[in-house]
């Protein structure tokens, strides 16, 4: 045998020329040393256009213990709050980006120890690194201040945030975790000597006018974060209410009309999704569009609607039904140009409607709206609209659509110009039906509801005729509106 395989044939029973292979194996002490995983948790992209995100809240605390799936993070993108999940399990070692501040997308917001041992380690790892570095120079400071705290105060101390320097992110950030874990005589003042709070939290204290160091914190270790601060804010507001009997929204005006109160002269910054609806207004601008109207008679359509509405249909599923119909037969109109280059024929007739929220705008979408009958589509779209009012929308629910409604007729709006959102062909506005004088074919002169739609459409891929014969076919199917309860 050991001829046949030229070479030697060892037996596994031999103990005895099994030593030589032992000693010529061996391996130094050190490379047995295994590094404690300390990782980070980063920004992440919720969507194809998210370039930054606002922490909303903490699920978790710091030091607490994660398993695999868990939410750890409420994440506020450009369209929606949604939970971050821990890819791991481990402990949340520390917390890098406070509630209420912003980060872009892949920066990390928080690091994850693999055992409780190393959260200790993780955060003097940063600490002598935050010493090492260059301390920047000192500002002067007001002779009346006695406190000397932690320098990231405002949303500009997150806004350079980068996975290649943890350290550097978490520098001042460090000092206050060890000043609250070394806290004994109080945990948000330390004796009144610092105040450990977010800096979220001091930003809001400033604007209010409100003093931490008597304020006890909710967060981790005693500190104070946003909440205590609101908190403290409408527990002093309620308190000069009942004192003086005047309320402290004097100082705001407020629209006679019943409409949100704001603060004339103050200047206010966008939020996420605001920023993100100024990126894609802007970048429409770059597509040549043009705009082609029509007048549709809308007593069938109206009768239909009554007949039904008690079965939970509402009037935005029935537009969006006709025009899902109406794209089958003109699929031109479904098609996208995303590159400047070529076009996409959509395979899917998906139906974005706009739908003003608090703080913005965004589309939930009506997807195979063609394919579904009228009731699951009304369902459907109640479902959509309460999600988006709750932020709780799914990436696919709100960035899939491949045609735009935009319905201001419930406002009374007889017609008005709809934008084209990025990435789509085209997008219908939709006014007011209204009671209108018109001639009939017989010569005599009758009243009859009609509504006005306009669509804006991208010219590189759609032309007039195209549009002109799907306005046809979408008047002729809501004046004629049988096939939707099919």
Known sequence: MSHLLQTTF???????????????????????????????????????????????????????????????????????????????????????????????VGAPIALLAESEEEIAAALAQISSSS?????????????????????????????????ASVSENFSSRSSVANGAMGSSVHPASEGGKRVVASPYAKKLAKEFGLDLRGLVGSGPNGRVVAKDVEAAVAAAAAAKVSASGAALASEITKPSGGGTAVDLGSVVPFTTMQNAVSRNMVESLSVPTFRVGYTITTDALDALYKKIKSKGVTMTAML?????????????????????????????????????????????????????????LSRKWKELVDKARAKQLQPHEYNTGTFTLSNLGMFGVDRFDAILPPGTGAIMAVGASQPTLVGTKDGRIGLKNQMQVNVTADHRVIYGADLAAFLQTLAKIIEDPKDLTL
């Not at 098609?335 to 076009?343: A, N």
Request: charged content about 20%.
């Open 10 to 104: 060892v037996p596994a029973t031999s103990p005895s020329l099994r030593r030589p292979l032992t000693r010529t194996t061996h391996y130094p002490t050190r490379a047995l040393h295994i590094q404690s995983k300390i990782r980070e948790i980063f920004m992440p992209a919720l969507s194809s256009t998210m370039t930054e995100g606002k922490i909303v809240s903490w699920i978790k605390s710091e030091g607490e213990k994660l398993s695999k799936g868990d939410s750890v993070v409420v994440v506020e993108s450009d369209k929606a709050d949604m939970d971050v999940e821990s890819f791991y399990d481990g402990y949340l070692a520390a917390i890098m980006v406070d509630e209420g501040l912003s980060a872009p």
């Open 320 to 376: 969006a039904k006709a025009t899902a119909l109406a794209l089958v037969k003109h699929p031109i109109v479904n098609s996208s140009c995303r590159d400047g280059k070529s076009f996409t024929h959509n395979s899917n007739i998906n139906i974005a409607v706009a739908v003003a929220i608090d703080g913005g705008l965004i589309t939930p979408v009506l997807q195979d709206a063609d394919k579904i009958d009228i009731y699951s």
């Open 131 to 163: 010493s090492a570095a260059p301390a920047p120079d000192p500002a002067p400071a007001p002779a009346t201040a006695p406190d000397s705290s932690t320098s990231n105060d405002g949303p500009g101390a997150i806004t350079g945030v980068s996975s």
